[in-house]
């Protein structure tokens, strides 16, 4: 598949691949943020408890986080190209399996394959481009591919909504298989016009090691963080997971130094721009899963603001669409020479956005929310334009596959992360919450405890199910508390974002300098 580009590529015909690339990125990035706003339609539809619906998120980005730089480094080996059609076959088959699941398990299996396939368009489709075409016309094509990532992003949650609301949350995955046609056409028709890079570096061995011990060392720490809350901080599941990671991730780190092709070279983290890209990548992850997922689920639940799919992914649309704004006009506006202050600048505004959103609650006026949102959108926009230009421009263009994934597998540890982190704070305060309440309420209960761990933990029927056998005024205290507890808990998470965001602004301010080369 894979052959030498040759003049071809210097022409205007290089923009069929940049077309293909963004098409791809496109459909993923929709469907990332329409899913966000049916999650609530589909825990609803399939009796799904809030563990499971965290891991319908949490699967997904574990499956992309563990493969991106294994994706890289396939797309350095074998050609960019191979790997970009195969993750668009991967996508293709996970939303085949969602549109088709009627329990959690096909849908857990589906949001696997979609992760799968989201590593490989992501890592491959930057790599492509830059390889693809001329330099002086770099810019503008990554231009394009950027505004396509922030497009699907700002359309998905109104495309989602609209969709959930008219059709059924399985037409968003129905859609996905489109646009994911229309990518693998203009993909084979970047073939039949020999415009596919040659391969760089295709005497490379493929690190299978380094890929299992990062997926070890990711899974068991998530999985802990959602034991943690249900068994205990201290039980054995939880502490098992805790020394397996560890484990798995010195034993990552250890090989990771010593092989001869590594999945992630860590000499690349010597370059101080690449190291501060990669951490704000992570944070960056870490708090869009704030507004991606919180937010979103704040805006729909029946606790929150009760708005319908349709309305929530309507009421995003002061963050998508200065996301959208920002993302387009950044590449165009901000010299290199300044993307440091820029990228410190964002993580300034994403904490400014998620401290107001703090003070937020069911009884908030949507009139007095939509303002917060925009400097969110200021944040992402400028977070995910910039970070990874001033990531890859740190390292020689032979690695940019590699370096590109190990980029995205930073985003993307932190959606999972963030997504895991947060549930963990909201299901701590929940519990404080509920669980003096309950006690107050004597011996008329024949099950405290089991009582609380549905009441935390429980799906909407089994809350449901729980109640309808309590005395209508217990019943009232309890239904109160998990109220007031559903306000504390988000503003719980918007204070841990905001912390997160915090920290970011001191690494982008101490790490970032103007220098764009490798030295």
Request: charged fraction near 10%; aromatic fraction near 10%; include cysteine.
């Amino acid at each position: 598949m894979e052959q030498a580009a040759g003049t071809k590529s210097r022409d205007a015909s290089f923009w069929l691949v940049v077309a293909a690339a963004s098409a791809g990125a496109f459909a993923v990035a929709y469907n990332t943020t329409a899913v966000m706003t049916a999650l609530p339609a589909m825990k609803s539809d399939l009796d799904l408890d809030v563990d499971t619906l965290q891991w319908v998120i949490n699967i997904y980005m574990l499956f992309g986080a563990a493969t991106l730089a294994a994706m890289g480094h396939f797309g350095d080996s074998f050609g960019m190209l191979r790997i970009f059609v195969s993750g668009l076959a991967f996508f293709a088959l996970g939303s085949i399996a969602i549109a088709c699941a009627d329990a959690e398990i096909l849908l857990l299996v589906g949001r696997a394959f979609q992760g799968l396939g989201i590593a490989a368009v992501m890592a491959s489709s930057v790599a492509l481009i830059s390889r693809s075409t001329p330099a002086d016309e770099r810019a503008s094509a990554h231009g394009v591919w950027a505004a396509a990532v922030a497009l699907g992003f700002a359309l998905g949650p109104q495309i989602g909504g609209a969709l959930t609301d008219g059709i059924s949350w399985r037409a968003i995955f129905v859609l996905d298989l489109a646009i994911l046609g229309t990518a693998a056409l203009l993909s084979l028709w970047v073939v039949r016009a020999g415009l596919t890079p040659a391969v760089l570096d295709s005497g490379k061995r493929t690190d299978f090691a380094g890929i299992v011990l990062l997926f070890v060392t990711l899974a068991p720490f998530l999985y802990a963080l959602t034991c943690g809350p249900l068994y205990g901080w201290t039980s054995m599941q939880a502490l098992g997971l805790f020394a397996l990671t560890l484990l798995a991730g010195a034993g990552f780190a250890t090989w990771e130094l010593h092989t001869t092709d590594p999945l992630i070279r860590f000499g690349f983290f010597r370059y101080r721009n690449y190291l501060a890209a990669t951490a704000g990548m992570f944070l960056g992850g870490f708090t869009q899963i704030g507004i991606l997922f919180f937010v979103n689920y704040f805006i729909q639940a029946p606790e929150g603001l009760g708005f319908s799919a349709l309305q929530a992914g309507l009421a995003l649309l002061p963050f998508t669409l200065v996301m959208f704004m920002v993302s387009l006009a950044a590449p165009h506006t901000i010299p290199p020479k300044t993307y440091g202050i820029w990228a410190t600048v964002s993580m300034i505004a994403l904490a400014i956005g998620f401290w107001l959103m703090h003070g937020v609650d069911h009884q908030t006026a949507f009139q007095d929310i939509w303002w917060r949102l925009t400097f969110i959108g200021v944040g992402v926009g400028l977070t995910m334009t910039l970070l990874p230009r001033i990531g890859l421009n740190a390292l020689p263009d032979t690695n940019a596959g590699q370096g590109s994934g190990v980029l995205n597998t930073c985003l993307y540890s932190g959606l999972a992360v963030g997504t895991a982190l947060g549930a963990v704070v909201a299901a701590q305060i929940k519990r404080h919450v509920v669980e003096p309440v309950v006690d107050g309420l004597g011996g008329t209960l024949p099950d405290p405890h089991a009582l609380k761990v549905t009441l935390v933990h429980g799906s909407q029927s089994q809350v449901a199910k729980a109640l309808a056998q309590l005395p209508s005024g217990d019943a009232a205290k309890i239904e109160s508390a998990l109220l007031r507890a559903f306000d504390d808990g988000f503003s719980g998470v918007m204070i841990l974002m905001t912390g997160a965001s915090l920290i970011g602004v001191v690494l982008c301010a101490a790490l970032i300098r103007s220098r764009t080369t490798p030295s």
